[in-house]
């Protein structure tokens, strides 16, 4: 039985290329994604941290100049807080395209390795009919030789 040689294997070989840099670029864009996440969370624990801090401070009485400070710091925080979360939904929205695209290649390249085993399975059945066909010759010439041999 001769090698079975699928003619499209450079474009399975391509598409399975495609696919891999779509993997690559989602997970790039999911540690993006968890990244903005752990920010969001160590900025909304510092908050919480320095507003702690603040209300103590307050209770045993401080300059005004310094919870002017304080409440600077904390504005600023909110803030970069309210920047991160927008940047986050960003970023999710990315993640979701990078989603759709990997999802596509892996598609196009299950298509093509759908095609593969098609075109490999009729290969095998051609073979398997040829071989029949040849084991069923060579039967009906023993049977034929043997036939005319009773028959002399």
Do not use: C, W
Not at 62 to 72: E, M, S, V
Not at 123 to 152: C, I, P, W
């Amino acid at each position: 039985m001769k090698k079975f040689n699928f003619r499209l294997q450079p474009v399975l070989k391509y598409r399975e290329h495609l696919e891999n840099i779509a993997k690559q670029e989602y997970f790039q864009a999911s540690m993006d994604v968890k990244s903005a996440e752990e920010q969001i969370k160590q900025m909304e624990q510092g908050y919480q941290i320095t507003s702690d801090n603040v209300e103590q401070e307050t209770r045993k009485g401080i300059p005004a100049q310094l919870f002017r400070q304080y409440n600077d710091y904390l504005e600023a925080l909110e803030n970069d807080i309210i920047l991160k979360r927008k940047e986050h939904e960003q970023l999710q929205k990315v993640l979701a395209v990078k989603q759709q695209a990997l999802t596509k290649k892996s598609v196009e390249r299950k298509v093509i390795e759908r095609l593969r085993e098609k075109k490999k399975s009729e290969y095998v059945e051609e073979f398997m009919a040829e071989d029949q066909k040849r084991a069923d010759d060579m039967t009906s010439l023993k049977t034929a030789r043997e036939a005319s041999g009773n028959a002399s």
